[in-house]
């Protein structure tokens, strides 16, 4: 929704962004000592599958990470002076594009996968919130 400036206005899309970027820093910072422990291991015991799909994960948060910082850059609450305000925005955009679609969709559909398949490996450690979720009429 963010993504589309002429249906959030300026204003809209800079809060979420920042509100986004804030929740996902709270995100991480919370789960530090799991985003280490998994870090660690998974280039040591896992599986290439499990190697990939954590590179994707770090392609993705490394452009969450782009997004945001250019999207600070050239916001208008900093107000910097930019001599090249739109070479900063055509990064921003190329990012956001390349991070949330991806060539002919590819990101987004990994992205979508990456979501999914965390929801199910979620819903396998965590039974009774599975059976909550099947209770509430959600596919598992």
Known sequence: MAFFLSFTGVELHQWIGVI????????????WEWVSTVSQRVFRKASAIVQLKFLVDVVM????????ATGLVISSWLSINLTNYNGWLGIH??????TLFGDDG????A???DIQGGARYFLTIHP???????AAGCPG
């Open 106 to 109: 590819q990101s987004g559909a």
């Open 128 to 134: 009774f919130t599975s059976q909550t979720f099947e």
């Open 61 to 68: 948060l490394s452009g969450f990470m782009l997004i945001i």
């Open 20 to 31: 986004g970027g804030l929740l996902a820093l709270y995100h991480l910072l919370a789960h």
């Open 93 to 98: 955009i190329l990012v956001s594009i390349a």
């Open 111 to 113: 992205l979508a996968l």
